[in-house]
């Protein structure tokens, strides 16, 4: 939560909050870091993974990554409370079997796995067009919760997307004078 | 012991009774207002309306401790959302019992279910109010359209209703404020269907949405368009019963609103013929109180007050207070839903909307009014609600694992859909019915409900037809995909939270409870205006109707009360 109070203080006193590289520093100086923040669901080293499979999936670019929004501690906290006991259970399992699957095919130690790595997961393991299994069926679970999470983000929420808290009226426009072709964040 | 004493006592502060309580109060009688539940007050109580996802733990999501508790109330799917759970009960706190699955959705505090309603309004006609004599089904209303009309007009100037003129005999104007607009797809659809389905309508949902000006109340003023409605309106955009007619009951100085009091008997009085009394008792504290009044309007909502009538029970009414027709608790119907189709639209791709519309479209039934609309299949009608949208991500998001192109891509919007989903009208049947369980008692030591009721014949085979014509009117607007749905696992009674009819309205008192002013045929002091005095469901949102046949009957209990007459 120290990252949303800080750009909440930044909002008041720069009076708008604007995706400047100084904000993404900010943002990155309090996202989440395993080694100190204890996760609730996910072991270290499933926590661990997701963080950088995730920036693989929502990478930094002008914007920021998955992980700068703290979308890891999100899908930790989600999944301890919100979803019901079958699919804890499954999840649980999906988690060994993917961490079981990274250790055999690239490393035993999972701080040492490079993006590479990550990107060759999804190409060869999330499958889109055909059978699927447990594996595939958790890493394109990650990618939905993933994208959902980043979305519903505060930062995200109010300064990427379009934001219109108070429309005070209903129209249909163009869409690129509307939002710029962007979603609406609400 | 009696407390104290009034003119009139109201059992409910829901949609129908903050309609009694200010018209009572207005008409000068002294009101006590009775509610189970804590008090809501307008704005200051409605924690979540300007939160944002991000505001919220887990993003909003229903958590798995809310849909534990609210197990019942969870198969809606929306009420359990922590936007507006608070405004739903605990289902472990308040059980029911179910020989069929029946989906009660309670709302226990000041302003009831006004504060969540739906906000469609439409009127009922002589369609409606015919149809049980002309086919011979259970038994005529005692009322028609001309009777209640200006009523309608009554609660509609106050509350305010937008919509649109269309002159339908079967689904008379209002007394409208200005449409909410269609999106570009919504007109698309509605020019496209005129056009190739011989002049079929669809119009603006009809809502009581203020979209223009301001309203009386508690500084009601004009939809912002947040479509966050369910979680009480900042604005009092739309209507409740905490923003408009509690503050104009409370205004009169002639109205005194008890919170956390939960009435379970009315006490008739052998000598006067009349009730004299309710019997309270205090959520919290479990004290008992009477009070005594010489009108007693029942608004808790339909099985609340049925209930209330059954454990009425005296050496004049063995079976519950009115109950010689043994009707009591029986004629339970809903509207059933959850039947239609969706498709995808492949135009407007550069189109956009602003502001979140608080309803969408409305198509009004076009079923058995007469020549080539009638069915052979079925008797009665059904209207759809709809809407179209655009989805919230581009669909090239499926074929991208990861990388700057899936994230440019996830803020964009998707191509548009569009769905309707039918409501249709559930016939009488006696067969389906509540009744009280005195072995399961709750933690006031009050008898729970039962529920054995679904859907008959008529409502499976009007389904088929609501599929069948959601389906060919997006074909006629040449829309793709089109899917077409009917959820049977969600058809049971009461998903649709219009249960009504259980204390029905009617000419003879040995076939129904009340007369056509809403009184107790056989104890005239008592009124029930909440859905239970409904006749047959029609296939209208009936909260309007509700509405305005409580303001008729609270005026004509305050005319006879004046006269000396009650």
């Known amino acids: 939560m120290k990252r949303r109070d800080a750009l909440k203080n930044i909002g008041l006193t720069a009076g708008l909050i604007i995706a400047t590289p100084s904000v993404i520093s900010l943002l990155n100086s309090c996202n989440t870091n395993p080694n100190n923040w204890n996760p609730t669901f996910l072991n270290k080293d499933q926590a661990s993974m997701l963080m950088n499979l995730i920036d693989v999936i929502i990478p930094k670019t002008d914007t920021p990554s998955a992980s700068e929004v703290n979308v890891v501690e999100f899908l930790d906290k989600y999944y301890k409370e919100i979803l019901d006991d079958t699919r804890q259970k499954w999840l649980k399992e999906a988690y060994v079997s993917l961490l079981n699957l990274i250790k055999s095919n690239y490393s035993d130690t999972v701080n040492d796995l490079t993006e590479e790595n990550y ?68 | ?105 309670r709302g226990y505090h000041v302003g009831g279910k006004s504060l969540t309603w739906g906000r469609h309004s439409y009127r009922l006609s002589d369609l409606d109010f015919k149809a049980n004599k002309k086919e011979g089904v259970a038994v005529d209303w005692p009322v028609r359209y001309n009777d209640i009309a200006p009523w309608y007009s009554h609660v509609e100037k106050y509350i305010g209703v937008s919509g649109e003129k269309l002159g339908l005999p079967q689904l008379p104007d209002s007394e409208f404020l200005k449409p909410l607009p269609l999106n570009c797809a919504e007109e698309d659809f509605r020019v496209s269907v005129a056009k190739n389905m011989n002049g079929r309508v669809i119009t603006a949902g009809r809502v009581a949405h203020i979209t223009e000006g301001t309203k009386p109340g508690l500084g009601r003023s004009t939809c912002q368009y947040r479509n966050r409605c369910m979680r009480g309106c900042p604005y009092g955009a739309y209507f409740s019963s905490n923003s408009s007619t509690l503050p104009a009951a409370d205004t009169t100085g002639n109205m005194t609103l008890r919170p956390h ?222 899917v077409g749905y009917d959820s049977i696992e969600s058809r049971s009674m009461g998903l649709g939270i219009h249960e009504m009819g259980t204390a029905r309205m009617g000419h003879d008192p040995k076939t129904s409870v009340l007369n056509k002013y809403n009184q107790i045929h056989t104890c005239k002091n008592v009124f029930v205006t909440d859905g239970s005095f409904m006749t047959s469901s029609a296939c209208q949102n009936p909260s309007l109707t509700y509405m305005a046949f409580t303001a008729r009957a609270a005026n004509y209990a305050a005319e006879q009360f004046k006269n000396g007459n009650l």
Not at chain 2, 74 to 91: A, L, Q
Not at chain 2, 271 to 280: G, Q, R
């Open chain 1, 119 to 186: 990107k060759d997961l999804l190409d060869n393991h999330m499958i889109t067009n055909g059978e699927s299994n447990d594996i595939s069926d958790l890493l394109k679970n990650i990618k939905s919760d993933t994208i959902w999470a980043y979305k519903i983000s505060e930062f995200v929420g109010e300064n990427v997307l379009a934001y219109d808290p108070i429309p005070g009226a209903a129209y249909c426009g163009d869409l690129e004078e509307l939002t710029g072709g962007k979603s609406w964040s609400l």
């Open chain 2, 1 to 105: 012991m009696i407390d104290q004493k009034y003119d009139a006592i109201v059992i409910g502060t829901g949609i129908t009774g903050g309609w009694a309580a200010k018209e009572l109060c207005e008409n000068g009688l002294k009101t006590l207002v009775l509610e189970r539940g804590r008090m809501i007050k307008h704005v200051e109580d409605y924690p979540t309306a300007n939160l944002d996802p991000w505001d919220m733990p887990n993003g909003g999501r229903i958590t798995k401790e809310i849909k534990e508790r609210k197990y019942k109330q969870h198969r809606t799917g929306y009420v359990t959302d922590p936007v507006c759970e608070h405004f739903f009960v605990d289902d472990i706190k308040h059980p029911y019992n179910e020989v069929r699955r029946f989906d009660w959705i």
């Open chain 2, 261 to 482: 009091s939960i009435v379970h008997k009315i006490i008739y009085d052998e000598k006067t013929k009349s009730a004299s009394e309710v019997e309270v008792i205090d959520a919290e504290t479990k004290q008992k109180h009477k009070f005594k009044a010489k009108i007693i309007f029942l608004c808790a909502s339909t099985v609340p007050s049925t209930s209330i009538l059954m454990q009425s029970t005296s050496k004049r009414f063995p079976n519950g207070l009115g109950n010689d027709s043994g009707e009591l608790g029986h004629n339970m119907m809903d509207h059933h839903f959850v039947v239609g189709a969706s498709a995808q639209i492949e135009n407007f791709k550069d189109k956009y909307y602003k502001g979140r519309k608080p309803a969408g479209i409305y198509i009004p039934r076009f079923r058995n009014i007469g020549g080539d609309s009638d069915s052979k299949n079925f008797i009665r009608g059904y209207g759809y609600q709809g809407g179209a949208w655009r989805n919230n991500m581009s669909e090239v998001v499926a074929e991208l694992k990861y990388g700057p192109k899936l994230k440019e891509e996830i803020l964009k919007p998707g191509g548009w859909r569009i769905g309707v989903t039918g409501f249709g009208e559930t016939l009488p049947d006696h067969s389906n019915k509540m009744y009280l369980d005195y072995d399961k008692l709750d933690e006031w030591g009050l008898p729970t409900v039962t529920f054995d009721a679904d859907f008959g014949e008529n409502e499976l085979a009007m389904r088929k037809d609501m599929k069948d014509q959601a389906v060919k009117m997006l074909e006629a607007a040449g829309y793709k995909n089109i």
